[in-house]
């Protein structure tokens, strides 16, 4: 069974870093693009990030570029989000999303407040 597990969020200062993870398990995760997803209170589920199979490809959305930062693991099964610069308008859930598989993270809690 498919299971995407995030971990990392938590309470951040503006300026701060957080580096977000999401474990794989249950399909072949080194074959699969994988990105990023966050949901602010009351606004709609918006993209932030893609990484392509093997990590050579990366794309941002412009309210994330320059600070953000995804990676991969393929042997560990995990991808990553470095958050640096972090603003308040960052604070969201943040998603792991496997777009080949349709499939969604739990999803963890990042608040950026001082």
């Known amino acids: 069974q498919v299971q995407l597990v995030e971990s990392g969020g938590g309470l951040v200062q503006p300026g701060g870093s957080l580096r977000l993870s999401c474990a794989a398990s249950?399909?072949?995760?080194?074959?699969?693009?994988m990105s990023w997803y966050r949901q602010a209170p009351g606004k709609e589920r918006e993209w932030v990030a893609f990484?392509?199979?093997?990590?050579?490809?990366?794309n941002y959305a412009d309210s994330v570029k320059g600070r953000f930062t995804i990676s991969r693991d393929n042997a560990a099964n995990t991808v990553y989000l470095q958050m640096n610069s972090l603003k308040p308008e960052d604070t969201a859930v943040y998603y792991c999303?496997?777009?080949?598989?349709?499939?969604w993270g739990q999803g963890t809690q990042v608040t950026v407040s001082s």
């Open positions: 990484i392509s199979a093997t990590g050579g490809s990366t």
């Open positions: 999303y496997a777009p080949s598989r349709r499939y």
């Open positions: 249950g399909f072949a995760f080194s074959i699969y693009a």
